[in-house]
């Protein structure tokens, strides 16, 4: 389900430096699907900035992902979005999904790494990359960022998307229920930890967990793609059945704006969310990686927006 209208009161000031602060106005947080982290998260963003932003009105929005996003960063409306790395760079850049369509997008902050899962289960007769060869897997929703990196996994893993298996294209929560069904073997999806609906997979009676090694895969993404990825970890403890850590790849998300969205306005969202952060571990606990000392420029490929720099600065933040 996606959902692109929202109704906007007074969306000249959320975009215009010269509004007044006290003015009714209202700001759509795009998000990601239900069952990722996204979504819970700008939930309770959303709740923040409409209690302690003076006249703003916040609401959360389910998304198909990064993608989707961008593009209603592209609209204009005043939105701020969720997004991973590589899915801004293009958007930025204008390639791949947006090519000839850049986007004039600031980062607002760096939020938490994004770690992509290729999750399969016993019996599924995966264990490795090579093994989704013949087999049937959903590569994310359409719209979403999974969509993007897991293309680029595949390929570095020397798999072809097309020819080499039976591509479905689900978000995490409709991946979790079609491998329960065993109507796919395995799944891309990345997100932060723990993903909800990938925890419900792991602890569901009768099924147990198989998460695919690919960190060796960062090496030749990074050097088609630019320095987006790292080589990272999913602890063993993060979900149930798991039987040793999975050696993964990892992208930072972000949070961005379009260049117009006023300096006070980006001011006062990153405030916000430093002043609350407790508010939103309490949401989920990826918000631990809320930190200043993440907030650098070599994080983003976007740079950052005047008035969520003017912020860092007053806290000692250098994010050159």
């Known amino acids: 389900m996606k959902i692109f ?9 959320a975009l215009s430096g010269g509004a007044h602060a006290q003015e009714k106005y209202s700001l759509s947080i795009a998000t990601g699907g239900t069952g990722g982290v996204y ?8 709740n923040l900035l409409s209690k302690y932003v003076p006249g703003m009105q916040a609401t959360a929005e389910v998304t198909g992902g990064s993608v989707d996003n961008l593009k209603l960063i592209a609209s204009g409306k005043p939105y701020i979005a969720f997004s991973m790395a590589d ?7 204008g390639e791949d999904k947006f090519k000839g369509n850049k986007v004039p997008l600031r980062t607002l902050m760096i939020l938490y790494p994004n770690r992509m899962h290729v999750v399969s289960i016993e019996g599924a007769g995966v ?3 090579s093994d989704l060869k013949g087999k049937r897997v959903s590569t994310g929703s359409p719209g979403s960022a999974t969509e993007v990196m897991a293309f680029r996994v595949i390929e570095a893993a020397g798999l072809d998307r097309d020819r080499d298996m039976t591509r479905e294209r689900l978000g995490v929560a409709e991946s979790v229920n079609a491998i329960k069904d065993r109507k796919i073997d395995a799944f891309f999806w990345v997100g932060g930890l723990p993903t909800a609906a990938v925890t419900d997979l792991a602890n569901t009676p009768g099924i147990k967990i198989k998460m695919i090694d690919h960190a060796d895969t960062v090496a ?3 050097k088609k793609y630019g320095p987006l990825y790292i080589e990272d970890v999913i602890p063993k403890s993060v979900y149930r059945g798991m039987d040793t850590d999975n050696r993964q790849a990892t992208v930072w998300n972000i949070l961005v704006s379009h260049e117009k969205l006023s300096d006070q306005t980006a001011y006062n969202i990153v405030k916000t969310i430093f002043d609350k952060r407790d508010d939103l571990i309490a949401v989920h606990k990826e918000a631990e990686n809320f930190k200043l000392e993440n907030q650098k420029a070599a994080a983003s490929p976007i740079p950052f927006h005047p008035g969520a720099a003017k912020y860092f600065a007053e806290r000692g933040v250098k994010l050159k």
């Open 39 to 46: 979504y819970p998260l700008g939930g309770g963003l959303a």
């Open 87 to 93: 899915a801004g760079q293009d958007a930025y850049r």
């Open 127 to 129: 264990t490795k990359m």
């Open 220 to 222: 030749a993404m990074n």
């Open 5 to 13: 209208v929202s109704l906007i009161v007074g969306a000249a000031l």
